[in-house]
């Protein structure tokens, strides 16, 4: 029972730092608006453009908003679930739909992580930059992207082993009647018989 705790308390832990870099992702939202709005503002008073090249670095900042929420996604409260075939399962069938989920998403996770690495280090290595009235570097973006799905690998290696470690030790429980989908005044089916 310890194993299957520890690794709770570690994604809790895991998920508060994942909360705290969604900080990147709202100041980037802030800049865009920002830059947005001088851009608007210029153009409608004085008929020019503000800042150059905005719309090339709104277009790179939408990397910083989409994938480093990725983790926290997977972990916190956003993350849509699609469980109510899943939870009409019994606990080996339903552990074993998760833990194929589980190998899915890991396996993606890490294949990402390694193109989006092998992409990072060809812009570091090459210079990537993006032409646009001012010049702007790839390379920190790469290494977001690249950083994200490393984070996001983690988290879901970290859930993998709490689903094993929770049927391991005969923790992975029915689901409530609530989250199987029946009401309170539906009858329970038990072998495809309803209780009488």
């Not at 029972?1 to 802030?30: D, F, T």
């Not at 080996?92 to 294949?111: H, I, K, N, Q, W």
């Not at 539906?186 to 072998?191: I, V």
């Amino acid at each position: 029972m310890q194993g299957a705790n520890k690794v709770s308390r570690l994604l809790e832990r895991y998920k508060r730092v994942n909360y705290w870099l969604l900080a990147l992702p709202m100041v980037s939202l802030v800049i865009m608006f920002v830059l947005d709005a001088i851009n608007v503002t210029t153009i409608r008073l004085f008929g020019f453009r503000a800042t150059p090249s905005s719309k090339e670095m709104i277009e790179e900042l939408m990397i910083v908003v989409v994938y480093v929420s990725l983790a926290y996604v997977l972990l916190g409260p956003g993350h849509i679930k699609t469980d109510m075939l899943k939870n009409r399962l019994g606990p080996r069938l339903r552990f074993a739909a998760e833990l194929l989920g589980d190998t899915a998403v890991l396996f993606l996770a890490v294949f990402c992580t390694w193109t989006t690495t092998a992409g990072a280090t060809h812009a570091i290595t090459h210079g990537a930059t993006k032409m646009a009235d001012v010049e702007i570097a790839l390379s920190p973006f790469y290494i977001v992207i690249a950083v994200s799905f490393a984070l996001l690998s983690f988290a879901a290696l970290l859930v993998m082993i709490q689903h094993v470690l929770c049927f391991k030790e005969s923790r992975y429980s029915q689901p409530s009647e609530q989250d199987r989908g029946l009401s309170a005044e539906e009858p329970a089916l038990k072998g495809g018989v309803p209780d009488i």
